[in-house]
């Protein structure tokens, strides 16, 4: 049974990077695709980017010139990386199974429990 | 960038039959997902392609696809059943992951 985690910094300064590592048990990394997806306080879930098998990459069109997501097969986890963050990027993060479907649609089947990050000076 | 509409909220009263609708362009080529998220918890699965139900899911608990719309059906409605609730799909040409901007169901 996969289970994920989330970890990184609560706190983030405006204009630096925002880290966090999802962690994966129960199954490897690289037998799956996974996906990161966020939600500001009070409001909707919003899919961030993705990152496949062969290790490519597919991001949410809003935040592609400032986001970056890899992952680190020997520790079977995958990482995000969100440059030049404001307030508007606080919000609780989740990475989650991103599960291939029939009609070529993928969704999200596992999810972590999600991890607060807060941009503030 | 590809959009699915939800209505912001619904109300039921105990036993009556909730339902939730979604309308996105791609919807008669892509599937439809539903996610229940309860205050302060992570998402669920409560529907995947368009009408089957994950195991542990109540039956009550039903999806239907049609055109543009997609619908999420609680039929006897329970108060555990307040939550937010969160159409999903992908976009038709570069399947970008898009979710609606969620109902909140409110059970009374």
């Known amino acids: 049974q996969v289970q994920l985690q989330e970890s990184g910094p609560g706190l983030v300064k405006p204009s630096e990077t925002l880290s966090l590592t999802c962690t994966v048990s129960?199954?490897?990394?690289?037998?799956?695709?996974w996906s990161w997806i966020r939600q500001p306080p009070g409001k909707g879930l919003e899919w961030v980017g993705c990152i496949y098998k062969s290790g490519s990459t597919d991001y949410n069109p809003s935040l592609k010139s400032r986001v970056t997501i890899s992952r680190d097969t020997s520790k079977n986890q995958f990482s995000l990386r969100l440059y030049s963050v404001t307030a508007a990027d606080t919000a609780v993060y989740y990475c989650?199974?991103?599960?291939?479907?029939?009609?070529?649609?993928?969704?999200?089947?596992?999810w972590g429990k999600g991890t607060t990050v807060t941009v503030s000076s | 960038s590809y959009e699915l509409t939800q209505p912001p909220s619904v109300s039921v009263s105990p036993g009556q039959t909730a339902r939730i609708t979604c309308s996105g362009n791609?919807?008669?080529?892509?599937?439809a997902y539903w996610y229940q998220q309860k205050s302060g918890q992570a998402p669920v699965l409560v529907i995947y392609e368009d009408s089957k139900r994950p195991s542990g899911i109540p039956e009550r608990f039903s999806g239907s696809s049609s055109g543009t719309m997609a619908t999420l059906t609680i039929s006897g409605a329970q108060v555990e059943d307040e939550a937010d609730y969160y159409c999903y799909s992908t976009d038709s040409n570069v399947n970008h992951r898009v979710f609606g901007g969620g109902t909140k169901v409110t059970v009374l």
């Open positions: 791609a919807l008669p080529k892509k599937y």
């Open positions: 989650a199974r991103d599960w291939h479907s029939g009609r070529n649609t993928n969704y999200m089947d596992v």
């Open positions: 129960g199954g490897s990394i690289s037998s799956y695709y």
